[in-house]
Antibody
């Protein structure tokens, strides 16, 4: 059974960085596209960026360019999301989600979410 | 960026009601429109992909329709487990964007 398992909750100070991981337990890791989506408290879903491990190139929403890095570790089937220069407005649940391969763009599998709290 | 506008933002309905949620894109997105359901404290789950297609395991009371810029999600007979928030999403262009959500509450 496919599972995306994310790392645990984080509490960070403004100006610091956070790295959240997402491990994919099933399938052909390299050929899926992994997306990161965040949800601020009581708010909707916001797409942040994505990576396809076989291509090793990430795409980012303009809003996050310069302080977001998404990487993929093929040896451990894990995708990482690192955000720098954190602000209180970055407090949110961060989800990884992926498609099911060629010609699919919708998110069939989701991680459980990781709460990142940014507070002084 | 393509803006996705859902309506209504919330609605109250009873078990057995027919519920329709609409989603309008700011430009044409072909059929790359998907619907997700999210329950409190959980990750979203896929209901409908590519406008019409029902995700495996999703009850047949859910259906999707539309084309171009106007799309809708219909729940033919609302069940207790359907009280949740629903989001549309376009993946036609980057950045992928979501609607603001529609919360379906019990009347």
């Amino acid at each position: 059974q496919v599972q995306l398992v994310q790392s645990g909750a984080e509490v960070k100070k403004p100006g610091s960085s956070v790295k959240v991981s997402c491990n994919d337990s099933g399938g052909t890791f390299n050929y899926y596209t992994f997306n990161w989506v965040r949800q601020a408290p009581g708010q909707g879903l916001e797409w942040m960026g994505r990576i396809t491990p076989i291509l090793d190139t990430a795409n980012y929403a303009q809003k996050f360019r310069g302080r977001l890095t998404i990487t993929a570790d093929k040896s451990t089937a894990t995708v990482h999301m690192e955000m720098r220069s954190l602000k209180s407005e970055d407090t949110a649940v961060y989800f990884c989600a992926r498609d099911i391969g060629v010609s699919t763009t919708y998110y069939v599998y989701w991680g459980q979410g990781t709460l990142v709290t940014v507070s002084s | 960026d393509i803006q996705m506008t859902q309506s209504p933002s919330s609605l109250s309905a009873s078990v057995g009601d027919r519920v329709i949620i609409t989603c309008r894109a700011s430009q044409t997105i072909n059929s790359e429109l998907h619907w997700y359901q999210q329950k409190a404290g959980l990750a979203p789950s896929l209901l409908i992909f590519d406008t019409y297609s029902l995700q495996s395991g999703v009850p047949a009371r859910f259906s999707g329709s539309g084309s171009g810029t106007d799309f809708s999600l219909t729940i033919s007979s609302l069940q207790p487990e359907d009280f949740a928030t629903y989001y549309c999403q376009q993946t036609y262009s980057t950045p992928q964007t979501f609607g603001q959500g529609t919360k379906v509450e019990m009347k």
